[in-house]
């Protein structure tokens, strides 16, 4: 069973640059074909779908957010990291990890697997 462990500093202050991990236990991020994904909920509750990773390597990024976000991986350690450059207080939300079978842009529809999250606050 695939399980998904998100982490991240908490709290950074604005137009610093965020780095959150998703650890990946039970599954390969290479192997699994899965498309592993960052999707993030608001304080207001709104969603955002970031962007994805697919096994082969392949991202696919939220062009809302344009060249601030990144998406990256560690096969050694199994773990897949968003970085997000030039943070804003709107920034501010949970961020999860979520995987499933099929790549679509959306933050809710045909995840198999989800983090529990981690609250990333952007204050100064």
């Known amino acids: 069973q695939v399980q998904l462990q998100e982490s991240g500093p908490g709290l950074v202050r604005p137009s610093q640059t965020l780095s959150l991990t998703c650890m990946v236990s039970?599954?390969?991020?290479?192997?699994?074909?899965?498309?592993w994904t960052w999707i993030r909920q608001f304080p207001e509750k709104g969603l955002e779908w970031v962007g994805a990773m697919r096994w082969s390597g392949s991202i696919y990024l939220n062009p809302l957010l344009g060249s601030r976000i990144s998406i990256s991986r560690d096969t050694s350690k199994n773990q897949v990291t968003l970085q997000m450059t030039s943070t804003t207080l709107e920034d501010t939300a949970m961020y999860y990890c979520a995987a499933k079978t099929y790549f679509s842009p959306n933050y809710d529809i045909g995840y198999d697997y989800w983090g529990q999250g981690t609250q990333v606050t952007v204050s100064s």
């Open positions: 039970g599954g390969s991020i290479t192997m699994d074909t899965l498309y």
